[in-house]
Every structure is written in C-alpha cells, then in structure tokens.
C-alpha cells in the first residue's frame, strides 16, 4: 500500500530517531548537553503531535536544559542515571533490549534478537554494533528507523523501506518498546530522561498512526 507521507516529513522522523536512538543508547556528554541548551533543543523540536503530552514532555526537556550548567556535578548526575536506567552495573530499570520483554527466560539474545537478525538479513541492513551487543537494544532499532526514514526522504515511493520500516516498528519494536519507555520516565531521577523518554512514547505513538501500524500483541515478561 501506498502511503502519502512526504519527503519533508520522512526527512524530519529521521533525524528525531537518530537523536532519539543516540541518546537512548549512549552514555550523556557534557558537549552535546552543552549544544542541546545552546540550540534551545526543546523549542526547535519539531511538533509531531500537537498534543498536551507532548507539549508536557518538550516543556519538563525545556526546564531540564535551562537547568543545565555543564558542571561535572550534573553530567555525573545525567551519566549515573543514564546507567541505572539502561545499563548497569547490576539489571537495568528499563532494560533496553526486546528479548528481556518478549522472552519467558528475560536473557539476552533469545528468540526475537534472533528474528530481528533475520529482519537485517532480509532487507540487507548492517546494525553498528559495539561488541557482542544485541541487535535489539531500543537505541540501535531506533537508529535503524532512522536509517530507513532517510532513505525515504531521498525517494518517498519506495514500497520495499516502507514495508520494512513498518515491519521493524510492527513485529520488532512498538510490542515492547512502550514498556521500556514507560520504566524508564517512571523511575528516571533526572528531569532530562524524564522529557527524553517521554517524547521517545509520542514520537513512536505518532508513527504508529501515521504509518497505519497495526502493533503485533505479544505478552511481556516485564
């Protein structure tokens, strides 16, 4: 099917996923919290949804960075919660790969980090890993979006990326990515990955309906 999405529009999801999918997969630098304040990150964002709970998210990302002094005391803070969110040491709150919700044993690279392979293999798309990492951490599937959108915006019509940005959202991401999300705006101690993971819920609530996404119901394991 056919969709009417404009270049522009691709253009615009693509360079959000790519922010998104950095900030949700590496630890914060001073420099670029440094560029966020300086390019008044909260106020430049483009507006997905026109709605109250994005207008909530970009105003807490808008006091985050107003707040923000570029003083090791709060990079420290920013890089400790960073770390107790989605990475360790220990479990993560808001564990950031899908095996850990859609597998009864909550281990890494279990059944569905085997079909996301198998979805990369298929549309011939190479994931920049770091180490052993599971292909399936939200920040790289995120990047993958990102990847897809901007091949779109060069050609709008093309079948075969719309189907598999849409399959990756469907099957691979929006059955867990919700839940991740949600565990991490919950317990999250600093305002900015409040706002952060806050408008990653819209922006994947705003694709969704855009691209007619029917989420693929699968039971969570957490």
């Known amino acids: 099917m056919q969709l009417n999405i404009s270049s522009d529009t691709y253009a615009t999801w693509g360079a959000l996923a790519n922010v998104l999918g950095y900030l949700l997969h590496q630890y914060p630098e001073r420099e670029l919290i440094d560029d966020f304040k300086e390019q008044k990150l909260a106020l430049t964002w483009p507006i997905l949804a026109s709605s ?21 005391e709060q990079l420290v803070k920013l890089k400790l919660d960073f770390g107790r969110l989605f990475f360790g040491p220990g479990e993560p709150i808001a564990a950031p790969w899908g095996s850990i919700y859609l597998c009864e044993s909550q281990i890494l690279f279990d059944r569905s980090t085997a079909k996301l392979t198998q979805f990369y293999a298929k549309h011939a798309i190479q994931v920049d890993c770091q180490k052993h990492e ?11 979006l990102a990847y897809l959108f901007e091949q779109l915006a060069g050609n709008s019509e093309d079948e075969f ?12 991401l929006l059955p867990w990515g919700g839940r991740c999300l949600s565990l991490a705006e919950q317990h999250a101690n600093t305002a900015f990955y409040r706002a952060i993971a806050h408008l990653a819920q819209v922006y994947l609530r705003t694709l969704a309906e855009a691209l007619g996404v029917l989420v693929v119901q699968r039971k969570l394991y957490r």
């Not at 292909?135 to 995120?142: K, P």
């Not at 990326?161 to 691979?172: N, R």
């Open 52 to 72: 109250s709970d994005e207008r909530q998210a970009l105003e807490a990302l808008a006091h985050a960075l107003a707040d923000w002094d570029s003083s090791e």
């Open 134 to 144: 599971p292909v399936d951490h939200i920040g790289l599937i995120m990047v993958t």
């Open 161 to 172: 990326k719309q189907s598999a940005a849409i399959e990756l959202l469907q099957e691979h």
